[in-house]
């Protein structure tokens, strides 16, 4: 079963923040917290993944909660090649993947 | 970063027959490989985790008998698809994960199509 709560869409404009929510609130000690994203027809690409402390990549940010039970992926300047369907899953051992949230970025 | 290759990429079959689908890690060793499926406007579903050298486990409801894992070298894993149903028609997707890291790398999918 999943995990995580995600909402099922988000709109964004292009060149704008895109801040992507994630609950989990049956987020063990030691679990890390995964971002993921799939575009049409292709396999999901690794995005983001952190313990406790916010993380910075080239492709995003990651926020997470003081308690865990939740996250923020932030893209900072969406552009139309994000659009896509995001993934947020936590569990080391058990890669199960929700519904995600289908990002649609506008020009 | 890493990549995962998976072969075919799509592939046609008749009703009945056997069809093997290819997932390698290519720059680096994957200690551990995951099977999934995905239908059309659907999440991905894990149809099995398998460790080198190891039997897969299969989550519940997947008939381990059908979907064949085998998972012999740290770059290799296969899946294949026996005795294979119309049903059966979907997009196959594999990922791995190397020792010691928890994020897991995708190969970009197979489409299989049982007519």
């Known amino acids: 079963d999943a995990k995580t709560t995600q909402p099922n869409s988000m709109e964004s404009n292009e060149e704008e923040p895109v801040h992507l929510p994630c609950n989990h609130s049956?987020?063990?000690?030691?679990?890390?917290i995964h971002w993921y994203r799939q575009l049409p027809s292709q396999g999901p690409e690794y995005v983001i993944h952190g313990l406790t402390s916010n993380v910075n990549n080239r492709m995003a940010s990651l926020a997470i909660a003081e308690d865990r039970k939740s996250s923020t992926l932030i893209l900072h300047r969406a552009t139309l090649r994000d659009a896509a369907v995001y993934y947020c899953i936590h569990n080391n051992n058990d890669m199960r993947f929700g519904a995600g949230t289908r990002l649609t970025v506008k020009p | 970063g890493a990549v995962v290759s998976q072969h075919p990429s799509w592939v046609i079959c008749k009703s009945g027959t056997s069809v093997k689908i290819e997932c390698r890690s290519l720059?680096?060793?994957?200690?551990?490989m995951f099977w999934y499926r995905q239908f059309p406007k659907q999440s991905l579903m894990l149809m099995a985790t398998s460790n080198e050298g190891s039997k897969a486990t299969y989550e519940q409801g997947v008939e381990k008998d059908k979907f064949l894992i085998n998972h012999a070298s740290l770059t290799l894993s296969t899946l294949t698809v026996t005795s294979a149903h119309p049903e059966d028609s979907s997009f196959y997707i594999c990922?791995?994960?190397?020792?010691?890291?928890?994020?897991?790398?995708f190969g970009p999918g197979t489409r299989l199509t049982v007519t």
């Open positions: 990922s791995a994960r190397s020792s010691g890291r928890y994020e897991q790398y």
């Open positions: 049956t987020i063990s000690g030691t679990d890390y």
């Open positions: 720059d680096f060793q994957a200690t551990t």
